[in-house]
T-cell receptor
Framework: DQQVKQNSPSLSVQEGRISILNCDYTNSMFDYFLWYKKYPAEGPTFLISISSIKDKNEDGRFTVFLNKSAKHLSLHIVPSQPGDSAVYFCAASARSGNNRKLIWGLGTSLAVNP | DAGVIQSPRHEVTEMGQEVTLRCKPISGHNSLFWYRQTMMRGLELLIYFNNNVPIDDSGMPEDRFSAKMPNASFSTLKIQPSEPRDSAVYFC????????????FGPGTRLTVT
């Protein structure tokens, strides 16, 4: 049973336009959310995060929005660049005692076309 | 500054053989995570360590899998005996314990069991 769901396995966007990647979660105990980016033959790399006390976090071209009532978050990339083509993973965590672990979505493969 | 180092990068072995995957975390990080990635199940956390102590091994699929962290700079994941369904990419990641959600991944080991 997937607690973190990325319902779109792939997304194709034109260079310069906005890319919107979506993620839904089921566990109301999650209080920290992250996006990771993965290129082929490499490990995932941390991109941006958001705490549940916020509804928006922005870092350059990347913005993450959190809608707690809908248990939904999204990653916006504006403007999209060909180098953004990668698999994007949504992850969520909840504190368990003094420890945390990440629960991951299956990923969305983004293709940005020149 | 070296990132997380994993070896080997690729491993092809026959069913029934023992497989040992190795990981060197980023110096100074005190949490270490082993993940398995498959197409069907995405990124699954197998086990993680804080300060070399296993904290949560609930993701280890069965007794054939074992992991050790004898010191702060080295960890192994062993599969004995290996089976074809163990074929996957295995990632090691490390982080600071108080920032356990922001993990740094190694390049992964692609394991093929024939």
């Amino acid at each position: 049973d997937q607690q973190v769901k990325q319902n779109s396995p792939s997304l194709s966007v034109q260079e310069g336009r906005i890319s919107i990647l979506n993620c839904d979660y089921t566990n109301s105990m999650f209080d920290y959310f992250l996006w990771y980016k993965k290129y082929p033959a490499e490990g995932p790399t941390f991109l941006i995060s958001i705490s549940s006390i916020k509804d928006k976090n922005e870092d350059g071209r990347f913005t993450v929005f959190l809608n707690k009532s809908a248990k939904h978050l999204s990653l916006h990339i504006v403007p999209s660049q060909p180098g953004d083509s990668a698999v994007y993973f949504c992850a969520a965590s909840a504190r368990s005692g003094n420890n945390r672990k990440l629960i991951w979505g299956l990923g969305t493969s983004l293709a940005v076309n020149p | 500054d070296a990132g997380v180092i994993q070896s080997p990068r690729h491993e092809v072995t026959e069913m029934g053989q023992e497989v040992t995957l190795r990981c060197k975390p980023i110096s100074g990080h005190n949490s270490l995570f082993w993940y398995r990635q498959t197409m069907m199940r995405g990124l699954e956390l197998l086990i993680y360590f804080n300060n070399n102590v296993p904290i949560d091994d609930s993701g280890m699929p069965e007794d054939r899998f074992s992991a050790k962290m004898p010191n702060a700079s080295f960890s192994t994941l062993k599969i004995q005996p290996s089976e074809p369904r163990d074929s996957a990419v295995y990632f090691c990641a490390s982080s600071f314990k108080d920032r356990a959600s922001e993990q740094y991944f190694g390049p992964g080991t692609r394991l093929t069991v024939t």
